[in-house]
């Protein structure tokens, strides 16, 4: 097993679990130094840094170019990078894409879905390569859902949830991340899941880590902020200062 993964898995119940988004080399080398245990080069960039609407306009090549960068800068954390849509659609698409996602440098990569990719999920980990999965709200199927909502209301979402951390386990995945998921119901998940769970909108301290975009931890997307986004500083605010005084001290040639 690789040793981050161990040093990872090892912390469940011990210690909280970090991880956060990158998309670039000075970002993720950052992110590194500051001892995160995880990088997620998440389909998310497709949002916060190409202008996308949603993660569904995403490309293999997109998470190539960036994951390589990210690669590069990071020597700690464990570095994840985001599956596409589309890009693993059967067992022997997803084991593709995964390979070429750990030649560009990763060293796990990440999936949507739980009952419906369980084979997916273990035809890639029998490749020896680690996955980590991701159940609850599934950004990729937006559309199909018609926009985001959170997971978990009822008794039946509720089930079916619990029924796709099984299935992630069974497959062979170290982690999964519980997205937009009833607080509770994220709880009663990560009490019953042997591997480790990481939330992102399902409440603090409900699961055995947390997933956070940069962008809204930092404030550098001023444009849209999730409502369960907690922000730690506002670069958006300070690069626009710096950008204002700069512009003032411009002087014509005499």
């Given at each position: 097993m690789n040793e981050k993964i161990a040093n990872i898995i090892s912390k469940k119940g011990?210690?909280?679990?970090?991880?956060?988004?990158?998309?670039?080399y000075p970002t993720a080398r950052?992110?590194?130094?500051a001892g995160v245990d995880m990088i997620l080069v998440?389909?998310?960039?497709?949002?916060?840094?190409?202008g996308y609407p949603d993660t569904t306009h995403v490309k293999l090549e997109h998470m190539l170019h960036h994951g390589a960068a990210v690669a590069r800068a990071a020597k700690n954390a464990l570095v994840i990078v985001d599956m596409p849509i589309h890009t693993y659609d059967t067992p022997a698409q997803a084991l593709e894409t995964a390979r070429a996602l750990m030649e560009m440098g990763a060293e796990a990569v990440k999936l949507e879905g739980g009952v419906d990719k369980e084979e997916h999920i273990r035809t890639i980990v029998q490749a020896g390569i680690p996955v980590q999965g991701h159940i609850g709200l599934l950004p990729q199927k937006v559309k199909d859902e018609g926009g985001f909502r959170m997971k978990g209301k009822t008794e039946e979402e509720a089930a079916a949830i619990m029924r796709d951390m099984e299935a992630v386990v069974r497959a062979g995945a170290f982690s999964v991340v519980i997205e937009c998921t009833k607080h509770s119901v994220a709880a009663a998940i990560t009490q019953t899941c042997p591997i480790v769970?990481?939330?992102i909108g399902a409440g603090l301290g409900t699961c055995d880590g947390e997933v956070s975009v940069i962008h809204d931890l930092v404030g550098s997307y001023p444009w849209f902020v999730p409502g369960f986004a907690r922000p730690k500083a506002n670069?958006?605010?300070?690069?626009?200062?710096?950008?204002?005084?700069?512009?003032q001290q411009l002087t014509l040639p005499r």
């Open positions: 011990k210690q909280p679990i970090s991880e956060l988004t990158a998309y670039d950052l992110l590194d130094e998440g389909d998310s960039l497709g949002m916060v840094m190409l769970t990481i939330g670069v958006a605010a300070e690069i626009t200062r710096a950008v204002t005084e700069w512009k």
